[in-house]
């Protein structure tokens, strides 16, 4: 299933520049891989490196947060849209 | 390096950061890419906390959808928090996070003196670099 991935502008030169590109999956860990295997480059930003997604990536489905979804076995359907965001923050703490 | 910073932008984040007290303020930087700093965008602090920040990341992709909407090649440049007690210099935990935000400016408005401060800094693969801030107009 091909679904629409809003990629974040620090992806994106590993990604010819594409700010949003086609990728294949039935859930949501499956799109990500995709993703990876499309733009090997992009593999250090999203992957977390025991598996997973990196810490600091959150991922939309349709502008909701997979983590609070199924994660990264959350189904996705046809005409999806889902965006990798960098999660912005910080403090002194 | 600099950040050219009109005066309206300095006063606008230095005014949120006092209104968020207890809790730490945030917002984004938006300009064309190598220029000046056109708007400064409030979002909440998800997790409204007075020692960590959080911008959602709707709040960011809604920002971004906007500039792209506007099609004048705006982006964002940069993130600003407030430290409400601390000095306006990256946390070890802004430095580690920073690593996904490829080369934007980071703000930092400081409430501890009764006079605040702003400073900018990059952060690139762990090293923190400071920017001066050049105020320029109204």
Known sequence: ?93 | MVLHLRRQQWLEMVGHSYRCLPEEACGLLSGLPGGPVERFWPCPNADRSARTYAIDGRELLRVERRLEDEGEGEEIVGVVHSHTHTDAYPSPTDVERAALLGDWHFLIVSLRHPEPEARCYRITDGAVDEVAIVLSGA
């Open chain 1, 1 to 93: 299933m091909s679904v629409s991935v809003r990629l974040p502008t620090i992806l994106r030169t590993h990604a010819g520049g594409l700010s949003e590109i086609s990728a294949e999956g039935g859930t949501v860990g499956e799109v990500v891989d995709d993703v990876v295997r499309q733009f090997p480059g992009t593999s250090s930003h999203l992957k977390a490196p025991g598996g997973g997604l990196h810490r600091f990536v959150n991922v939309y489905l349709d502008d909701e947060d997979v983590r609070y979804l199924g994660g990264l076995e959350t189904p996705v359907g046809a005409g999806a849209k889902l965006s990798i965001v960098p999660a912005v923050a910080g403090g002194w703490g």
